[in-house]
């Protein structure tokens, strides 16, 4: 039962244009939805979290949106940079701990 | 200020051997998860502890695998008699509270077995 899940396994994105992944969800008891950044051989690395409460979050580049009714959430990068190349993964928090979806790797083409 | 810190970062096992996983948190962070990754999937939740508890131990294999998070000294992943299946990425992450949402994940021990 995957209750988190990313449908697109890669992106290939212009530099300097908007990148969108995208995030469902079937389980709707969650406090947060967090997206992390992993880059190959580390760990992932916090980006940004919205809680349940809102539709939107947004820091520098980043900007989250969180549409309950669909059970859907996307990030936003605009605008894309090479450094933004790497795996992406959603996750949910409940019950004190993280659920992950399967991730997206991003490309950003120069 | 150190991070998460894990260690070895490749543990090569042969079948049917043991493999010792270890984890040192994030100095003052006394709640530890660990996740495993297998090749072309997600981070898997395999167990929660706080120091000398274990919280949630839902995603954990049944038989073989154990873990701890003793009062003094890193967080143990253990997995006796491993098999060609364990070999993955195993992530572990600390935390301040058990409230905190933003996690901090070490860099991972790959672990392959032969």
């Known amino acids: 039962d995957q209750q988190v899940k990313q449908n697109s396994p890669s992106l290939s994105v212009q530099e300097g244009r908007i990148s969108i992944l995208n995030c469902d969800y079937t389980n709707s008891m969650f406090d947060y939805f967090l997206w992390y950044k992993k880059y190959p051989a580390e760990g992932p690395t916090f980006l940004i979290s919205i809680s349940s409460i809102k539709d939107k979050n947004e820091d520098g580049r980043f900007t989250v949106f969180l549409n309950k009714s669909a059970k859907h959430l996307s990030l936003h990068i605009v605008p894309s940079q090479p450094g933004d190349s790497a795996v992406y993964f959603c996750?949910?928090?409940?019950?004190?701990?993280?659920?992950f979806g399967t991730g997206t790797r991003l490309t950003i083409i120069p | 200020n150190a991070g998460v810190m894990q260690n070895p970062r490749h543990l090569v096992r042969r079948r049917g051997q043991e493999a010792r996983l270890r984890c040192s948190p994030v100095?003052?962070?006394?709640?530890v998860y660990w996740y495993r990754q297998l090749p072309e999937e997600g981070l898997k939740f395999m167990v929660y502890l706080q120091k000398e508890n274990i919280i949630d131990e839902s995603g954990m294999p049944k038989e073989r695998f154990s873990a701890e998070f003793p009062k003094e000294g890193p967080s143990i992943l253990r997995i006796q008699q491993v098999v060609r299946g364990d070999s993955a990425a195993y992530f572990c992450?600390?935390?301040?509270?058990?409230?905190?949402?933003?996690?901090?994940f070490g860099q991972g021990t790959r672990l392959t077995v032969v």
């Open positions: 992450a600390s935390s301040k509270d058990r409230k905190d949402t933003e996690a901090f």
């Open positions: 100095k003052g962070h006394s709640h």
């Open positions: 996750a949910k928090f409940g019950n004190e701990k993280l659920t």
